[in-house]
């Protein structure tokens, strides 16, 4: 067990106060003004945080992490499979690498839970996981396995395969495979109903396709797909074809929502926005909108923002930084916390476990000499899973 005494807490979801959290078996049990340590019989690592800040583990809506291994090339390049633009099949948890170095950077910089996606060179390039940063087997640092499916519009998917002669080449491509593929996934998912429900014998089972399998969950609306769109006509044609299907979608990149905020408060917030990397210069076309003040405005109109870093676009330590730069540029202290905490702990269907300090949940937490958002803060700890695994 371990008590943290006197510190100034921000809950993210219950306020802020200056008090007591006792952590045991990896959760946060209790948090009060004061907790006595004798009222408990196990030994308790007291740790004393008077006059230190103490906030949830920060959550990375949006990164690479794992797939595109720091420094080495080609052969740690697992994020793209630019033989097939639909391959809805694949999981990131085959190809992640826990022992790549950024990951310790990631909690050493307060970083304690990320979504895992592959890039945008395919239509639809696979299943998006969930993780927390700290471990050596991946199949112990998942708290949930998929939570979307990662889709691209623009100017990746065509790159990729347009230029080698191969379909899309164009926008109404994308948006045509995109709509067969989840045509056919229905049809897939009516036979294998069909078959389920019925009790006559000379019915075949459909026979078994492994895409059409993988997009089942987003047909049901039990996960979102997770669409990589920049330009606003990009955004809209995301929006359009999940309201013909029905399904779940959240925006990533969102590069000129800010030219569009009317037309997204027009969704009820039915679509949420993932705003990022801000912090990168405008390499293609697409970008030539790109701007700091994005999750700010969008944000101040009502909408719930989430932040990403893409790491490695922007490597994975310096979300904080990309917080602290939203304030700098219009975005309120609390609503940039939340962009990095609770906001994309919901965003991921994780927030029963993550992105809050609450009792019950997950013991993520991460403990600041002054604030995450500066350039003169430092981080004194980080618990991952109720475990010290950084203390400077």
């Not at 308790?44 to 990375?60: A, S």
């Not at 065509?158 to 164009?170: L, R």
Request: charged content about 30%; aromatic content about 6%.
């Amino acid at each position: 067990m371990i008590l943290l005494k006197n510190g100034y807490i921000n809950t993210v979801t219950n306020g802020e106060f200056k008090g007591d959290i006792l952590i045991k078996d990896k959760k946060i049990e209790k948090i009060d003004t004061s907790i006595d340590i004798n009222d408990f019989k196990e030994e308790i690592e007291v740790i004393d945080v008077e006059g230190k800040n103490i906030f949830p583990g920060f959550i990375d809506a949006h990164t690479h992490l794992g797939l595109w291994e720091d420094g080495i090339g080609f052969e740690g390049a697992d994020g793209n499979e630019e033989t097939d633009p639909i391959t809805p099949n694949l999981n990131p948890i085959d190809a992640i690498n826990p022992m790549d170095h950024t990951f310790r950077e990631a909690y050493e910089g307060g970083v304690t839970s990320v979504c895992v996606t592959p890039g945008s060179a395919n239509v639809i390039g696979g299943q998006c996981i969930a993780i927390k940063t700290f471990g050596k087997r991946i199949d112990k640092m998942i708290i949930k396995n998929p939570v979307a499916i990662k889709i691209a519009f623009g100017e990746n998917p065509k790159s990729c395969y347009g230029q080698d002669e191969k379909s899309p080449q164009t926008r109404m491509a994308i948006a045509a495979s995109l709509r067969e593929n989840f045509k056919k996934a229905q049809d897939y998912m009516d036979e294998v109903n069909f078959y389920s429900e019925s009790d006559e014998n000379d019915i075949d089972r459909p026979e078994y396709d492994m895409k059409l399998e993988s997009l089942i969950p987003v047909l049901r609306r039990r996960i979102p797909l997770k669409a990589h769109a920049h330009r606003a006509d990009d955004i809209f044609t995301a929006i359009r074809i999940a309201k013909e299907f029905d399904l779940k979608l959240t925006i990533d990149h969102c590069t000129e929502g800010h030219l569009i905020v009317e037309e997204l408060l027009e969704e009820n917030g039915e679509y949420p926005i993932i705003v990022g990397p801000s912090i990168t210069d405008r390499s293609k076309p697409e970008l030539k909108n790109l701007s700091l003040k994005t999750a700010g405005i969008l944000s101040n109109a009502g909408i719930e923002v989430s932040l990403m870093t893409d790491h490695p676009v922007i490597p994975i330590q310096h979300l904080p930084m990309c917080a602290g730069m939203a304030i700098k540029n219009g975005m309120k202290k609390e609503d940039a916390l939340r962009a990095i905490s609770i906001n994309p702990a919901k965003t991921l269907g994780i927030d029963d476990r993550v992105g809050s300090i609450e009792e019950g949940k997950d013991a993520d937490i991460s403990i600041w000499e002054g604030s995450p958002f500066g350039f003169d803060g430092n981080i004194l700890y980080t618990i991952i899973d109720g475990k010290i695994v950084y203390r400077k």
